[in-house]
Every structure is written in C-alpha cells, then in structure tokens.
C-alpha cells in the first residue's frame, strides 16, 4: 500500500473529526442562546431554516456572549476540517 494513501485516509478522518466537531460546537453555541430565549422564540437545531440563519446566530452568540469561547473553537474545528479535506485532496492528486 502507498504511504501516500495511508496519508491521505489519515488526513480525511482528521477532516471528518473537525466536521462532526463543528457540528457539536454548533449545537452547544443554539443551547446556549435557547437557554437566554423565551419558549415561543427557541432556535431550531435542524430543519432548512436553521442552515439559512447560521450567520445570525454567530452574531447573536457574538452578542450575548461577548467573552464566550465556543466561537473559537467552531473556528478551529473548521480550519481543522478544511485543512484535512484540502491535504487530502492533495495527497491523492498528485499520487
């Protein structure tokens, strides 16, 4: 087997790690502003209209909790998964 390949399949599950790690940092930063919501004006996890709103409620999270981590994380599991899908992608290109 190719070094290059065992590389590549490496560096493709360190992508999927940031991805489902974005997705759980996500998740917390809607349960954090649900906590400080009325029950009639809860954000929605799932569903068509939560991925529209995404950079709403980055800026409402932004608002509420000025000093709050969770963005910087998101950040970094994002740069994570990028990095692993680009490095992968180029692994296997110019095998």
Do not use: W
């Not at 998740?27 to 709103?53: P, T």
């Amino acid at each position: 087997m190719n070094i290059r390949l065992v590389i590549a399949a490496l560096l493709f599950c360190l992508a999927m790690l940031g991805c489902i790690a974005a997705n759980l940092i996500y998740f917390s930063m809607l349960r954090e502003i649900n906590k400080l919501r009325l029950d009639h004006k809860q954000l929605s996890y799932f569903g068509f209209r939560a991925s529209l709103n995404f950079f709403n409620h980055l800026n409402e999270y932004r608002t509420l909790f000025p000093n709050g981590r969770l963005r910087v994380r998101l950040r970094i599991a994002y740069a994570v998964m990028f990095v692993g899908f680009l490095t992968s992608c180029f692994m296997l290109r110019f095998q």
